[in-house]
């Protein structure tokens, strides 16, 4: 989940259309929707949303009810589910909201690196550090890991794929900006940044501390960055 130059949410490199009636899982929906502006101007689902993450964190999803999450928002359940018509959209929407936190948060970290070579580190440390100490995204990957593991590894790769399109749009980026060569193979090099980072959050190393943000960064900076290198990849 490196990620290097800022994203337009409006960008095609965004993602790309998926074929017709193929459902796609809770986080590759929640992935592919944050990447586009979040419409917060309604009050009522704010509160919602805002109760159903501090539930989800305290009690796990599993657990909760959107009879649970209306109390807390101090709704009727009636108007809870006017808002969200079922559990799971109301999960998939925290999950977004999650993302989409994430997206801004980088936005504006990334303006201090200097070099495609930082985006890359930055990106790369900034996504792992971000998702595992989420406290309701990391939680359920650890409390509930059947709520989103499945969503990463079962649906036939299409979440791996979504977060692997935005990665190689912001590379191509990068060459056209002349920070990466044209001979370099983008859509490989963030199917391998992808497949990386997914790796170190569904399964704990025994050799990278993870939660050892300088170990990271030499790790991206030594393994990561080479592969924009012109001469890292077969002509």
Known sequence: MART??????????GHDEPAGRPESLLE??????????????????????????????????????????????VSRITAYRR???????VEQVVR?????????FLVDIQQAATVGDRVVLGFV?????????????GLMSVEPDVLIPSM???????????????????RREQRAGTIAATVDVEVVAELMTRLSCSF????????????????????RRFLVPMLEPGS???
């Open 5 to 14: 130059a800022p994203a337009q949410a409006s960008s095609p490199e965004a």
């Open 29 to 74: 929906r929640a992935f592919t929707e944050a990447l586009h502006s979040a419409d917060d101007s309604d009050e009522v689902a704010t509160r919602i949303l805002d109760a159903a993450y501090e539930q989800f964190c305290r009690m796990g999803i599993r657990r909760s009810t959107m009879e649970d999450v209306a109390r807390r928002a101090g």
């Open 84 to 90: 969200f018509a079922t559990k799971d959209r109301l």
């Open 97 to 105: 909201r999650e993302f989409r936190r994430y997206f801004d948060r």
């Open 126 to 138: 900034s996504a792992l550090d971000a998702i595992r100490r989420n406290p309701l995204i990391g």
């Open 153 to 171: 590894i079962s649906d036939g790769g299409r979440t791996l794929a979504t977060v692997q399109r935005f990665v190689a749009g912001q590379l």
């Open 201 to 220: 959050l569904l399964t704990p190393s025994h050799v990278i501390d993870l939660d050892d943000a300088d170990e990271l960064r030499t790790m991206a």
């Open 233 to 235: 990849q077969p002509e």
